[in-house]
């Protein structure tokens, strides 16, 4: 069983930078394609980005490619997702999520994802 936890969301102004940091724990996250999400009030969660599991292949949402970079530490057993140029519609709650078979291809569909954080908090507000 993989345990996630996001950490580093926050209030930040339009134009600003955060980085968000996913730790696992009960297995090491080597093995897994990651990959975030994010769900706006109202909205459905939709996908941000997604590493392979090797942290040389990484796949980005439209709306966030050139802004957005998404990375892993193994050693750490982390991954992060540097966050720069936020615009107010990048406000959203941010998961953290894991394939459950080792080795997989990234992904953008939810539903190869069984492992999830809790989430944090990024707005984007002046």
């Known amino acids: 069983q993989v345990q996630l936890r996001e950490s580093g969301g926050g209030l930040v102004q339009p134009g600003g930078s955060l980085r968000l940091s996913c730790a696992g724990s009960g297995r090491f996250l080597r093995p897994y394609t990651m990959a975030w999400f994010r769900q706006a009030p109202g909205k459905e969660r939709e996908f941000v980005a997604t590493?392979?599991?090797?942290?040389?292949?990484?796949y980005y949402q439209e709306a966030v490619k050139g802004r957005f970079t998404m990375s892993r530490d193994n050693a750490k057993n982390s991954v992060y997702l540097q966050m720069n140029s936020l615009r107010p519609e990048d406000t959203a709650v941010y998961y953290c999520a894991a394939r459950e078979q080792e080795y997989a291809m990234p992904s953008g569909r939810q539903s190869d994802y069984v492992y999830w954080g809790q989430g944090t908090q990024v707005t984007v507000s002046s």
């Open positions: 590493i392979s599991w090797g942290g040389t292949t990484t």
